[in-house]
């Protein structure tokens, strides 16, 4: 899959979206004429390589890896501990904005494009799902970003303007509504489609509980750029029209292939690293709640010990100490090559409606009842079953009680998928997490990352405008929107 565009996202194509994403010259866009383009291409030849670089940008690169699982203090740092401590270098936040930016959006919008001229609503629609998705991700690690202007690049010569993280949450929700309503579940069939095999019924499924995802972020916000109570009952109260995850089987996943090019990035990156193993903060609380998917989440040690993990940050020569075979490294389950990469799951569409039923949204449902299915939803994902007594000993309490009891459910479920688990930490403080004691973050773990140098260099004045509008400096302890 990674291979499928190797010669289309060329010099050309890279240019063409840097455009949008930082800035070009006139001279040098009388230059852009890519002979690739989306007028001698097609959507299918574009679709499968933007949908494999986000997920696997998302997953298995150091983004998911070294950013999402080391900040949700899912997973940790036993060699090479200086990311774990909140030394980034800037190749890191450079590299995820260029991935999503040159890698993912182009082919959605050339798909768009295409999909318009050729008169195919289901491209259209997909496209514009996995725009969503991508620029919910980007927002939800940077803050304010190029949205209104993004993409036309491809187009024109621009500096794009940043857009506020509530209108840029608003205007997704537009979208996906838009790419639902343009479905047909007949007719207009699709090819190149590696996410979920041209099943728009569960392409449906996936913008409407996308949707769910961002409007609980938007969900406690006065200011929000549109009624979210609405727009949850529009959703929930019609699902007929708009449908949700309703099962395991409707998870939205990659699955990757025992394939080189195709398999999972983090199976790809253990073929010749060691360096993670999983956060003793994890291992800890699911020892305490005598919880079984932990022998999925982590292998026992190789010197036959029990279960330990490591705790987030440590000083190379404590972690080194610790030993690489009395740690528990990272489950087989997630780093087989054929395991698939996790976008939104059943699990995770339950406690959303559990949330949202906590604070009154009653088309939403019960929240205990949610609640126990969320948890049953999530052991199920991984072939267990829950017993009786493990949600008995965690029966919901009232009051605040039972909301971080929700959320710190939430969080463990959310394991592998570290980006998303490291949002909802920041968007609700639970669990209670503790920066490591080594850490170059003045005590702070990680809000956001930094905006790229090239958006310094070539974007300033819109760079500049937006660290202003978001009342910070372009570090990692500005407050972004959904979290203040």
Not at 84 to 107: C, G, H, K, R
Not at 331 to 340: D, I, M, N, Q
Not at 419 to 425: D, G, L, N, P, S
């Amino acid at each position: 899959m990674k291979k499928i565009l190797h010669s289309i996202n060329t010099f050309a194509l890279a240019t063409g979206l840097l455009c949008a994403s930082v800035s070009c010259t006139d001279d040098f866009n009388d230059l852009n004429t890519n002979p690739n383009s989306a007028s001698s291409g097609t959507a299918d030849l574009f679709l499968p390589h933007g949908i494999q670089s986000a997920v696997d940008t998302y997953w298995g690169g150091t983004l998911g890896q070294d950013i999402g699982n080391l900040y949700a203090q899912h997973w940790a740092r036993i060699q090479y501990t200086d990311i774990d401590q909140y030394t980034v270098s800037a190749d890191v936040y450079n590299l995820a904005w260029q991935n999503f930016f040159i890698e993912a959006l182009a082919d959605y919008q050339r798909v768009y494009t295409i999909s318009t001229e050729t008169g195919n609503p289901n491209y259209q629609a997909v496209s514009l799902i996995m725009k969503a998705w991508v620029f919910s991700l980007l927002t939800d690690i940077y803050g304010d970003i190029p949205y209104d202007q993004a993409l036309q690049g491809l187009d024109d010569t621009l500096l794009p303007t940043y857009t506020s993280q509530k209108d840029v949450y608003a205007g997704l929700i537009g979208d996906l509504k838009t790419a639902n309503d343009l479905i047909t579940l007949t007719g207009n069939s699709i090819s190149g489609d590696i996410l979920l095999n041209g099943n728009m019924l569960k392409w449906k499924k996936f913008a409407n509980s996308l949707s769910l995802r961002i409007l609980n972020r938007m969900l406690d916000k006065s200011d929000a750029s549109l009624d979210v109570k609405t727009e949850i009952g529009r959703i929930l109260s019609n699902p007929t029209q708009y449908p949700i995850i309703a099962s395991n089987a409707d998870n939205i996943q990659l699955n990757y292939l025992d394939a080189t090019n195709n398999n999972n990035p983090v199976n790809q990156n253990r073929k010749t690293r060691d360096d993670h193993r999983v956060s003793a903060t994890l291992v800890n609380r699911l020892l305490e709640l005598d919880d079984d998917r932990l022998t999925v989440y982590a292998n026992l040690p190789a010197d036959g010990g029990p279960y330990k993990g490591v705790p987030n940050g440590l000083a190379a020569s404590d972690a080194n100490a610790l030993g690489l075979s009395k740690t528990s490294t990272v489950g087989s389950y997630f780093v087989a090559a054929t395991a698939p990469g996790v976008i939104i799951t059943y699990a995770e569409v339950l406690f959303l409606k559990s949330e949202m039923a906590y604070k009154g949204i009653t088309s939403a449902g019960d929240m205990e009842e949610n609640y126990k299915a969320g948890i049953t939803a999530s052991f199920a994902q991984y072939k267990l079953t829950v017993a009786p007594a493990y949600l008995e000993a965690n029966a919901l309490k009232s009051g605040e009680q039972g909301y971080y009891q929700l959320i710190e459910q939430k969080w463990i479920s959310l394991f592998g998928q570290g980006i998303e688990a490291w949002t909802e930490f920041r968007r609700t403080g639970i669990p209670t997490l503790s920066p490591p004691l080594l850490n170059t973050n003045g005590n702070v773990i990680p809000t956001r990352l930094p905006y790229p140098t090239s958006e310094e260099s070539l974007n300033y004045e819109n760079f500049s405008s937006a660290l202003s509008n978001q009342g910070g400096q372009n570090d990692m302890k500005l407050k972004l929107w959904f979290a203040k």
